[in-house]
């Protein structure tokens, strides 16, 4: 059954046809270029961000100097930020090669592999971004009952980038997750209109 040149397959997942079909394709890469060029910038961003910051304090005619290697919920963030950017920078390349050659994803292997390299992606910088933002906010507020102090007050400046890097990563992970579900639409799509050319047939 089909409308306005748009079949729906057995498993509700709505089958573009023809020119519909790369109308929306054109579309969809579109979006997916642009998610993946704000990925990449801002992963950069906050791994710079987070890994330069530093603050030296005087505590008791002792310099004690703040950096991002002292909590390892940062360092895992570093390194998160680090993947999430080179690994969006390759995906952007293959989105701008695809643009030039015109081409539709009609290939099942490497739909998968998008989709699951953005799934791993999404989930990695999720756990990341939450372990910071629990780093972060011990730092900030401190544990009285286990007699935590806020390091915040004494590392203001420090703690304020930091913020600002743990920002930047919150926008990554929502991105990558927006492009796994672009991912899984274009992958899900290709079995969609496989089931309409089986039924077609009968």
Known sequence: MSYLGVGVSPGNVPVYHGSNLKAVDRRIRVAELVLRGVISGLAILSALLIGTDTQVKEIFSIQKKAKF??????????????????????????????????????????????????????????AAVAAAAQSAALAKLGQAELQWMKICDMYAKFCNQVGEGIASALFVSLSFVVVSAISAFSL??????????????W
């Open 69 to 126: 290697t002292d909590m390892k919920a940062l360092v895992f963030l570093v390194i998160a930020n680090g993947l999430a950017a080179a690994y969006s920078l390759f995906q952007l390349l293959r989105c701008i090669l695809s643009m030039i050659r015109g081409s539709v994803l009609f290939n099942k292997p490497l739909a998968w592999a998008i989709f699951s390299g953005d799934q791993v992606m999404s989930y990695l910088m999720l």
């Open 188 to 201: 899900f799509r290709l079995y969609g209109e496989n089931k309409r050319k089986n039924s077609g047939r």
